[in-house]
């Protein structure tokens, strides 16, 4: 795929200083050269010069969907020579299998060493790869699905000039025989991060590596190779040579990032509040705008590089170096993914423009049990049910287990319950919530498939679910008090206000109503005009002559006006309540007249046989402001004197209140109006 012209020059500086072999160079240089990732800091500032022709590829079929990091994970890349700690390797292949890239010659050599440090051997596998350096986060393979979900690697012009690193993408599609793509955009792995949706970070340094297209043409090469739509380039806020992303920014899930923090009186402190605020300000594929967190990066001698970390399934390695900022830094990450095990790793060698995640690589599980769900989050509006859609792949292949898929939820931090989801079609199922009002509902998705692979979405589960909270229903127009009607502990009647909140009158010519469940009391003659800020007051009442078949109820009705706009206030009934309902109305008469009331009033009540009864007043807000009656009352009829006053002998001012009969297991309330 790639072909090689070399200068007799540049033959012998590879020769010198990039040789997997070459290890010879004094201390002084060694440094010089890992601190720049290059030869030296002049080259590295130089204008890079390709010095061999790559041959692009056709693009592979789409749909093209990029693998992210903190997907399920199949094995870790690290190449030695070593500039990692062999504990990484060991904590790792606890996780994972580790492969190592190496010369064949080299492997018994590694072996022993890796056995003197008790790593996992089972999970330790080897490829015979030639490298220039160690930096594999850089020049290793970028993994995706095509459009037959087949897996591919995305091969690109290593933005160094070390041939042998160049080739190592070619070189692991030949390993895990996966066919190769090669995109001509000149890029470095430490500068991009995707969160497998379709979105894709990095800094302007792939514009300055690219100079010869435009921003849009790179766009497109990254649409057409690897699926990104949303290809996001963010201002570098850290001040240095490198420009890699990874040395301030990194996802850690689909909808949240991990930014660094510099002091105030750093100068590049409104850099790197401007790089968090662009995500806090962008949505991300959730179609919300990112959860974004801080983690404090001293800088300068203080070794603070810690978003240059891995994640590997349910693992985070976080690069650490004794610093005071460290235990700081290990909690960040567990605040922001609990759930995780969160491991620091201690290297002398850290830097902050070089550390663990530049020195390591992660392979996708090929053959991976994925969800793709775009989740309810924070506030949802309500509605008669909550549907949950999601498409789950098999990438291996292999049928999915039909009653494995299911929805794991909670209601108000209550026991988790779970439900099957319904299959739709092709890669779709389905399921329905349901929630009222002020509830926090968190949920997880869980799938598993006949190659025995499991999965949930979000990936740690109960730990970290998707939360989302029902709020009111509302429209611009027409605001409904209460915004959802909840007949329960036998209220058989609400009242409900329609205020128009526009500057135009709103003209209301079609109330609903279901006359087999609920009705509205003295209904209002239509057409209404109402005018901005007037209100329209009518009392919805249970309808006390059908049974429910579900323990619940919840319909809407519907407001429509002279414009054909549709408007809707919810309305949820207990099953109970509709046979108590029933029962009232064949045992039970209870009215207050007259109703306004403006002095005096008498409450009327029917009881078919004796029983203790409490007639009890409140305002409009709720609070109990008297006891009209509270003793035992014989059968038959009754005519109960009331004279519009409180408990404390006081009249009442000019509103709405609240009488509430009890008796038994029986309960009604009645609304009065007090006018002068």
């Known amino acids: 795929m790639k072909v090689y012209y070399y200068l007799f020059i540049g033959l012998l500086t590879c020769s010198i200083f990039c040789s997997t072999d070459s290890y010879s160079q004094t201390k002084k240089d060694l440094n010089n050269w890992e601190r720049y990732h290059y030869l030296s800091k002049e080259e590295m500032k130089a204008p890079f010069k390709e010095t061999r022709a790559f041959t692009e590829t056709d693009p592979p079929t789409g749909p093209i969907r990029q693998c992210a990091e903190f997907e399920q994970m199949q094995g870790v890349l690290v190449r030695y020579p070593f500039r990692i700690p062999v504990e990484l390797v060991k904590q790792m292949a606890e996780v994972v299998p580790v492969t190592t890239l190496c010369r064949a010659y080299e492997i018994s050599s590694i072996t022993s060493t890796y056995q003197a440090a008790g790593v996992n051997m089972d999970n330790i596998e080897f490829a015979d790869i030639r490298t220039d350096s160690f930096w594999i986060r850089d020049y290793g393979p970028w993994f995706f699905f095509d459009g037959n979900r087949n897996p591919g690697i995305c091969n690109f012009p290593y933005n160094r000039p070390r041939p042998y690193d160049n080739d190592v993408p070619i070189a692991m599609g030949t390993h895990l025989n996966v066919p190769v793509y090669g995109m001509n955009v000149t890029q470095t792995g430490g500068n991009y991060m995707c969160d497998g949706y379709g979105k894709a970070a990095q800094t302007e340094l792939v514009w300055e590596e690219n100079s010869n297209k435009t921003h849009a043409q790179i766009a497109q090469k990254h649409l057409d190779y690897l699926g990104i ?120 060698s850290w830097m902050n423009t070089d550390a663990l995640h530049c020195r390591t690589r992660g392979i996708p ?144 010519n079609y109330i609903e109503e279901d006359q087999d469940y609920w009705k509205i009391k ?18 919805i009442e249970v309808n006390p002559y059908n049974e429910l078949r579900d323990d619940y109820l919840i319909d809407s009705i519907e407001f429509r006006t002279s414009t054909n706009n549709s408007f809707y206030s919810r309305l949820k009934i207990n099953k109970t309540v509709i046979s108590q309902a029933n029962d009232l109305m064949k045992e039970t008469n209870f009215s207050v007249y007259p109703n306004p009331v403006s002095k005096d009033a008498y409450i009327y009540l029917n009881i078919n046989q004796p029983q203790k009864v409490k007639l009890t007043l409140y305002d409009i807000s709720g609070r109990k402001i008297g006891i009209i009656v509270d003793k035992t009352l014989n059968s038959g009829d009754h005519k109960i004197y009331w004279n519009a006053t409180n408990s404390d002998g006081d009249h009442l001012p000019q509103g709405a209140y609240f009488i509430h009969f009890s008796s038994g297991k029986y309960e009604m309330t009645q609304k009065v109006l007090i006018v002068h």
């Open 365 to 508: 599980d090929l053959g991976m049990l994925y969800i793709s769900h775009i989740p309810l989050q924070g506030e949802v509006k309500f509605a008669d049910n909550f549907s949950i859609n999601t498409d789950i792949i098999a990438y291996s292949g292999e049928d999915i287990y039909s009653d494995s898929v299911k929805i794991y939820y909670r209601i108000n931090d209550g026991a988790w319950m779970n439900k099957t989801m319904t299959y739709v079609s092709g890669d779709k199922y389905t399921t329905q919530l349901n929630a009222m009002v002020g509830d926090e509902v968190e949920y997880y998705l869980y799938a598993a498939d006949e190659s025995n692979r499991r999965i949930k979405s979000p990936y740690i589960g109960a730990s970290d679910p998707h939360v989302f909270t029902v709020v009111p229903y509302l429209t611009d127009i027409i605001n409904f008090t209460p915004s959802i009607s909840t007949f329960d502990k036998n209220q058989i009647s609400q009242d409900v206000t329609l205020t128009n909140n526009t500057s135009d009158p709103v003209i209301i």
């Open 229 to 348: 739509s949303d290809h996001m380039i963010i201002d570098d806020p850290l001040g240095d040579y490198i420009k890699h992303i990874d040395c301030w920014g990194k996802f850690l899930d689909v909808d949240k990032v991990m930014i660094a923090e510099v002091a105030e009186s750093d100068s590049r402190y409104a850099a790197y509040e401007a790089a968090a605020n662009y995500f806090k300000t962008h949505n991300s594929s959730y179609g919300k705008p990112y959860e974004v967190y801080r983690v404090f990066t001293a800088g300068g001698q203080a070794i603070t590089a810690y978003t240059n970390s891995l994640i590997v399934n349910d693992h985070v390695f976080v690069p650490i170096s004794g610093n005071p900022n460290d235990n700081a830094a290990l909690l960040k990450y567990q605040e922001a993914m609990p759930g995780y095990t969160i491991q620091g790793i201690t290297y002398s």
């Open 522 to 539: 003295d209904r209002p003659k239509l057409p209404l005009r109402l005018d901005h800020n007037d209100k329209l007051q009518f009392t």
